[in-house]
Each structure stands twice: as C-alpha cells, then as structure tokens.
C-alpha cells in the first residue's frame, strides 16, 4: 500500500515539516492551520495531540499543550475535527503525541480512526520499539500507518540499526538530547552527529528535529537529511502573531 508519506519522500528536495499542537492558540484552529501550512507550501503536518504530562516537550509545546487542554482539546474532538481534513488537504499529515491517550481510547479505536480520517503516520515517542513490536505493529500495519521513531546522539548505532529495520518511512532524528524549543544553532557535537548518522547509510530517510527555527538551522539540519520539523519556532509564531500570519512565518524558512 502506497503511502502519502512515502511518496512524499521520493520528491527530489528538502522537506519542511511543521508540528503545532492541536486546539491552539484556539480550539478551532486546527483546521484552519493545516489549510494554511499546506497553501504555503509545507510538505508535511505533525498535528500534536496535547498530553497533560508531556516529558520530551520544551516548554514552549509544553504550554501550547496545557492551553489546548484548558481549550477542551481531546482525542475525540481531534478526530471530529479532521473528519473532512482530507476533502481539503493532500499532504502527509501525521498525529503526534503520548501512547497514553492512545491506549485510553483503544489502539485499534485510534488506528482505525486515523485510517478513516486519512492520517498517514504517528509518532509516539513514549512507545518503546520492543513493545511496538510485540503488541502493535501488526494494528499499526492493519489500517496503513507508518510508525516513526526517534533516535538521539546517545543512540547506539546497534539501536539505529534496529530502528532502521523497522521503520518503513522515516526516522526522526533529534538533533540534540534535551527538550524541543532551546538552543541556537548547531554545535560541533551535532554536526558530527549529523555526519555519523550520514554514514550510516540507513535504508530510511531521516528528518531532523528540535532547534531549527529559521532558514540558517533549517539549510544546517538538511546538509546531510532529507527534512527538517519545526515546532516550537512555530508554535511562537502563532501564540505573538496569530493563526492569519502563516505565510509569513514560512517565507523566514525557504
């Protein structure tokens, strides 16, 4: 089964992917955002699914989180709201977020909602792989979701390899082993980070995420990666300038 995230990869260019977090800056801007993310020439949408205790988030996502909580964002009201999504939008859109919610509305629930709607991927950073493997693959398979895993610059490349093998998409490559949203620019110890994983001639296309904010860490990221995922530059963006500005934010990058 082809997937929109696969195709999406074969393109000959370096892709920008943009996170926000559902439900934010108000609870029926989610639409509205992916409309204007994809007019404005984004390849991919990560659409967070806020979590009351989300741990691998700076603080920026952290408190775009807490706000769409307070906004009445759910897991419910997310699906409700993308119901038509795909009537409008034609790139990869991939939902974000915590396996505990996941499990609360019932995997196969989630999976065949998320089918239904058109997601292509998911990422649950909280998910083990052995655990994947052994209890979810097969659901995640069933209804055509691709599965993305993280690696960070303290993964073994023994881990690497293991991901690459079960991956079918892409590999989400964290530039640096803190929370999303600090640092400024790359440092040394990303950049041979970067080049290690380069050579390690991996079978999946890895797109890299947290501290890439404007066109300098967006050309940085992608030297060596096929992409490169905005959030929490983003997620500023929204929260000083407002939903209508999107345009704007996306001419600072490319």
Known sequence: MSNRISKKLEENKKLLSIYF????????????????????????IEIGLPFSDPLADGPTIQESST?????????????????????????PLIVMGYFNPMLQYGVEAFCKKCQEIGIDGII???LPLDVYQADYE?????YGLIN????????SNERIRQIDKASNGFIYMVS????????SGFGNTQTNYFERIATMNLMNPQIV??????????????????????????????????VDTISNFVETIR
């Open 21 to 44: 977090t559902a439900g934010y800056p108000a609870l029926e801007d989610t639409v509205q955002i992916i409309q204007d993310l994809e007019e404005n020439g984004i390849d991919m």
């Open 148 to 155: 993305i895993f993280l690696i960070t610059p303290q993964t």
């Open 209 to 242: 995420g947290f501290g890439i904010k404007d066109a300098e860490t967006f050309k940085a990221a992608t030297k060596n990666a096929k992409g490169a995922i905005i959030g929490s530059a983003f997620i500023k963006h929204l929260t000083t300038k407002g």
């Open 67 to 91: 706000a769409a909580l307070k906004n009445g964002m759910t897991t419910e009201k997310l699906f409700e709201q993308l119901k038509d999504i795909r009537k409008t939008v034609s790139i």
């Open 176 to 183: 640096s082993a803190s929370v999303t949203g600090s640092s």
């Open 124 to 126: 649950m950073p909280d």
């Open 138 to 142: 097969a659901t995640f398979k069933k």
